[in-house]
């Protein structure tokens, strides 16, 4: 799956990873600033990326 992230609900996400397990850890935060997020799971056949569509934003925040 790939994880896009943003500093802003509606603002610009930008892709943080492609994730091929069931666990991703963010790092390089910056402390009291809350992120959202957004996953999208994807597939490959054939070469081909067949692509689901993009979650609502989920939020998180930076608290250490």
């Known amino acids: ?9 509606y603002g ?3 892709k943080a990873a492609t994730v091929s397990g069931i666990v991703y850890v963010n790092r390089n935060l910056t402390r009291n600033r809350t992120y959202y997020y957004k996953i999208r799971a994807f597939k490959k056949i054939g070469g081909k990326k067949y692509m ?3 979650q ?3 939020e998180s925040e930076c608290k250490k």
Request: glycine letters at 0%.
């Open 56 to 58: 609502l934003p989920k």
């Open 12 to 14: 610009t996400y930008r």
């Open 52 to 54: 689901h569509h993009l």
């Open 1 to 9: 799956y790939e994880v896009f992230r943003s500093t802003s609900k």
